[in-house]
């Protein structure tokens, strides 16, 4: 009963988190592997439990992604398409021993890049000429990331978008939830065909992250946001040492 209760409490802060700053999958994922799901598995049942938060930010965001230029925008999700199935393939060839040893990794990659990403995206709006030849390579890339460990995927979707020349935000901020929600749609159908989600666990989640994530809409204007930040930061490096303890 415990471990339930732990994956409600984790499913429901997380929806918090993401509804405001991201960083949800720094409670999910560790909370699974608490309750005793096998890493791999862990993620794949992780990826569905946050799906609620993509498919709502996406409709929220409808107005902005449906004013993005139409052959540009196809050409995005098509990279998230196909990014995201080769990454939720190459989750599904990794040994739940080779996973463990990369998780830590992984967490304190997207932990800096949540901490720091906010910093190199005014950087690089400032410092940089605009890359358009290296979209496709570079979107590619993050989106098989996003398929295999979705963690600090918007921030890196962003600095991204910034680094191709854009600069309305809104846009920006459509686009990424766009691309975050056709790339998990195919993460999430991948795990489920391979049957690797733990459906229970997953289902409580969601309706966990989903009320979280209603309530933190509400709270977000109400909240500091430079102590949210520190907190999400604070939670992903303690993880990032407890990873590494254990592996």
Known sequence: MFEWFVLIVAGFFAGILNAIAGGGSFLTFPALVYAGIPPVSANATSAVAV?????????????EILAFDRKVLRHYLFLSIVGG????????????????SIVPWLLLFATLVFAFGKRCTEWLATAHKPLHQAETPFLLAVSIYGGYFNGGLGIILLAAFITFGMQDLHLMNGLKNGMSLVLSTVSVITFAVAGIVQWPQAVVMMAATTIGGYLGALLAKAMPARLLRLSIVSIGFIMTLIFFVRS
């Open 51 to 63: 799906f609620p938060g993509y498919l709502g930010a996406a409709a929220g965001f409808r107005k």
């Open 85 to 100: 199935l080769v990454g939720s393939l190459l989750l599904l060839v990794t040994s739940n021993a080779v996973f463990s």
